[in-house]
């Protein structure tokens, strides 16, 4: 089995070098992974200047661009060999609710599912980052079980969040829904050195909203989340009223 690891920290970040050793026991691991902090980036594409690629050992490269500029060079270039599986994270922070929309780790995992490869991405619901190699076993053990199921959906990205414990304490896992984020006071009103306002976006209080079976909740209980996710944004339910509209005339 062919595995492509890639994070939306950097090359560099513990939270991949993690998930490499872990997916090393699984199958023959690449890593294709940007030269920097690309989080939030969601899906972007590096469209005004070329991207070039840095080899960094053997089928691992650094490449100045985004998470899904890594995806598309690895396949596209190919940099490395076809992979099975893309495999991004650990990414050092949640991405649960509508995080999943902004997050450069999750739209890895996807672009290789556009491409034709199906995702998973893991991230570390906390900030205690220290904790991230202490789930080196678990997280081969619930890998090895996703990677080795038959017929895995060619269409489907698994979205995994890690709880903010030690391995040791974590408390099963739940395969669960999206659960909706509230953010308050995430925009931050400021003066530069010169008087002008200005402003930044991040930080604030961060709640959630969702029943027994939404990603937060599980994380919160204490075990790990595995959301189901795919492309297809279309809301089904809705086709026969906006049909209802005549919008045709």
Same mark, same amino acid.
């Given at each position: 089995m ?8 950097g090359l560099?970040?513990p939270?991949?070098?993690?998930l490499?050793?872990?997916?090393a026991?699984i199958g023959q ?7 920097r902090?690309q989080?939030a980036t969601?899906?972007s #594409?590096? /469209?005004h200047?070329? +991207?070039r $690629?840095?080899?960094r =050992?053997p089928?691992r490269?650094?490449v100045d661009? @985004?998470?899904?500029d890594?995806?598309?060079?690895a396949l596209?270039?190919?940099?490395v060999p076809?992979p099975d ?5 650990i ?7 509508e995080d999943v929309?902004?997050?450069g ?6 672009e290789g599912l556009?491409?034709g490869?199906?995702?998973v991405?893991?991230?570390f619901a ?6 991230i190699?202490t789930?080196g076993?678990?997280l081969?053990r619930l890998l090895?079980?996703?990677l080795q199921v038959?017929?895995?959906?060619a269409? #489907?990205l /698994?979205?995994?969040? +890690?709880? $903010?414990?030690p391995? =040791? ?7 669960? @829904?999206?659960g ?6 995430s ?6 050195p010169?008087?002008?306002?200005i402003?930044w976006?991040?930080?604030g209080?961060l709640d ?19 959301t189901?996710?795919h492309v297809d944004?279309?809301?089904y339910?809705?086709l026969?009223?906006?049909r209802s509209?005549q919008l045709?005339?």
């Open positions: 062919r595995i492509l690891c890639t994070n939306d920290d560099h970040s939270g991949l070098e993690s490499i050793e872990v997916c026991t691991v690449a890593c294709v992974a940007p030269d902090e989080s969601s899906h #594409l590096t /469209l200047r070329p +991207l $690629p840095i080899p =050992g089928d490269w650094q661009g @985004t998470p899904t890594c995806v598309v060079l596209g270039a190919p940099l076809r599986f893309v495999v991004a994270g990414n050092h922070g949640p991405n649960m609710g929309l902004y997050s780790t999750v739209a890895a995992a996807m556009i491409l490869v199906p995702g991405a893991v991230s906390g900030h205690d980052f220290d904790l190699p789930y076993d678990v081969r090895s079980r996703i038959e017929r895995f959906p269409d #489907l /698994l979205n995994i969040n +890690l709880p $903010p414990v391995a =040791g304490e974590v408390r099963g896992v739940r395969v669960t @829904t999206l909706k984020r509230i953010y308050a006071e925009l931050a009103r400021l003066k530069d010169w008087g002008r306002e402003f976006i991040g930080g209080r959630w909203t969702g029943g027994d079976d939404v990603d937060f909740k599980a994380v919160e209980d204490g075990c790990i989340s595995v189901p996710l944004l279309t809301d339910r809705q026969d009223a906006v509209w045709g005339g």
